[in-house]
């Protein structure tokens, strides 16, 4: 058995031996499967001009046996890169290549970027007008840009950039503009690639020329032993772009008078001084005489952002945790400014009940509704229309709880009257503010800002009549608030006393019962004024209700208001409201 195991074995050995010389790896051919780039060029090249780079062997093969195949290479576009058969790339022109590698008929490509070749910048040079220096004035500005040149003038990267040493002196944006902020000195600097050159940049103050006085007080000022005298703003000061405005105060004789740093004169004793007042080393003057008492009358009372030549005005203020002050002394312009009659104020209706108001002017707000104060000189009390010694002020105090009105409307059972048809006239918050209309020929001074209707049975009107308010959205609400037109006579005017019903709706069309016979509260009131002193014939008297509750919250978007011949008092044929308030208390 040994024997016929090893014939067997070296005959196995013969056969295997005569098929490998019949199949020689010499003659078998090798096909390349895959081909992949070294990762220097994976990404992409990027050459300069005139470059030149070699990529032969500069890839891997599979399978490994394929590795030594030879190569060959091909430029998409040689005015741009060239490849010879040694693989030696060169960069001709700027632009963008595809280089391919072939091995064994599989190929690989790449991108090579040819750049410029780069011209350095040697040298920069400012302007010969800079080189010693640049002067400005404060608040002027330079255009610095493009000014300086370099060489040589074909270098590649000339985009220039700016600094300045010192910011708060001057800064220079990216687009080179200089702007000069305070007087000072700072070193401007312009780079281009990486070359500089500087000069120096000075800031000068504009210098005040003349301090002038106001005319009134050229020729002296007297001015009483109790009185005081502001100075401060009052000269003119030229030229008006100064730098420097600040003023400062002087007197001659300190126990004469004195001048705060604020610049109030403070008579002292009586007797003469003189007042200076410097800007900027400028100086103008004025001779004080203190005397013991000067009576000056006021000639006018004028109120800011009122209307109806300033002798009316109007705010509204909200009462923050039960209560909230105004200061209506602040609000009057009182000529001439040396008087020293003083005012007097005079609330119209109901003393104490929404407002106080103390002899500075200073109003305590106590409760919501409107009220109306007069203002006259002390000594001039006359109420007489056109008496320019006679402002008249109302204050509307709005409930903290009140819902934003903004974008509301009303629509109504007839045409809308008052500021010529306006649905928002009751909405819109222009009580108290700059914006409220002055009378004309189409708005009498009565119906500004007021929304009205015809009362049951006038002009044409139903025996019911009704407006709409629509607040956009369903919104939750427990009370509302009518703000009656101003009016002289209070049995003239006509006014809602209450509904006939209230209803809700959020389709404008069906409708629930929300309150009925709603009575308002009593609007006549007692008037504060000496009736033999012109009373309240020559003064609107806003009156406004307090927050009437439905008997519960609600819930809708629409709100309607329905009204008969009972629901008014007054003798107009136009019921009119003011502004009209819903909210939500807790």
């Known amino acids: 058995m040994k024997k016929i195991s090893i014939f067997l074995f070296a005959a196995a050995a013969l056969i295997w031996g005569a098929g490998c010389e019949e199949s020689s790896d010499t003659d078998k051919e090798i096909t390349v499967s895959a081909i992949a780039l070294d990762s220097s060029l994976s990404g992409g090249i990027t050459l300069v001009v005139g470059e030149t780079t070699n990529i032969a062997g500069k890839v891997s093969v599979l399978p490994e046996e394929a590795a030594g195949l030879p190569e060959s290479y091909h430029s998409s576009d040689t005015s741009i890169v060239t490849v010879d058969e040694a693989g030696n790339v060169k960069a001709v022109s700027p632009g963008l290549a595809m280089i391919t590698i072939t091995v064994g008929g599989k190929n690989a490509h790449f991108e090579v970027k040819v750049e410029p070749r780069k011209i350095p910048v040697e040298t920069v040079t400012l302007p010969e007008e800079w080189k010693d220096g640049v002067t400005l004035k404060i608040g002027e500005t330079m255009d610095i840009a493009n000014k300086a040149a370099y060489t040589p003038s074909d270098a590649t990267h000339t985009t220039e950039s700016y600094a300045s040493s010192n910011e708060e002196v001057a800064t220079v944006s990216a687009e080179g503009i200089v702007t000069t902020l305070k007087p000072g000195e700072t070193e401007i600097t312009i780079t281009i690639d990486g070359k500089s050159v500087s000069f120096t940049l000075t800031v000068e103050k504009i210098a005040v020329e003349t301090v002038t006085l106001p005319d009134e007080w050229k020729e002296g000022v007297e001015i009483a032993l109790d009185g005081t005298l502001e100075l401060a703003g009052k000269v003119t000061i030229a030229p008006e772009n100064a730098t420097y405005k600040e003023e400062s105060y002087d007197s001659s004789d300190k126990s004469v008078a004195t001048v705060s740093a604020e610049g109030v004169v403070t008579p002292l004793q009586v007797g003469k001084t003189t007042i200076s007042i410097t800007v900027d080393g400028v100086t103008a003057s ?139 006239a009751a909405l819109d918050e222009v009580f108290g503010t700059s914006s409220f209309p002055t009378a004309s020929a189409s708005i009498p001074a009565s119906d500004a800002t007021i929304f009205g209707l015809d009362r049951p049975g006038k002009n044409g009107a ?125």
């Not at 009204?563 to 819903?582: M, R």
């Open 286 to 424: 004025f001779e004080l005489t203190v005397v013991t008492d000067v009576p000056v009358d006021i000639e006018t009372i004028t109120i800011t952002d009122g209307r109806w030549n300033n002798s009316l005005g109007t705010a509204s203020v909200e009462l923050k945790d039960g209560t909230a002050t105004y200061d209506l002394y602040s609000r009057l312009v009182i000529t001439p400014e040396n008087q020293n009659e003083g005012v007097a104020y005079q609330i119209v209706n109901m003393d104490g009940e929404f407002i106080d108001i103390d002899e500075n002017g200073l109003i305590t707000c106590k409760k919501v509704g409107t009220a109306t104060v007069v203002v006259t000189a002390k000594n001039h009390k006359n109420l007489d229309q056109g008496n320019p010694k006679k402002v008249i002020f109302t204050l509307n105090i709005t409930d903290p709880n009140d819902l934003d009105r903004t974008g509301w409307s009303m629509s109504a059972s007839g045409p809308i009257k008052g500021t010529e048809g306006s649905a928002t």
């Open 462 to 586: 139903d025996d019911t009549i009704w407006f709409v308010v629509d607040m956009q959205q369903q919104r939750s609400v427990n009370y509302f608030r009518i703000m009656h037109q101003g009016v002289r006579n209070a049995d003239r005017g006509c006014r809602w006393n209450g509904f006939t019903l209230i209803e809700g709706s959020n389709d404008n069309s069906n409708w629930t019962t929300i309150a009925e016979n709603v009575k308002l509260p009593d609007m006549s009131y007692k008037s504060q004024l000496d009736p033999n002193d012109g009373g309240t014939r020559n003064i609107d008297d806003y009156r406004t209700t307090s927050n009437v509750k439905f008997p519960s919250t609600v819930n809708y978007r629409y709100l309607r208001f329905v009204g008969k011949a009972d629901n008014f008092t007054g003798s107009n044929s136009t019921c009119q409201i003011a502004e009209l308030y819903l909210g939500l208390d807790e």
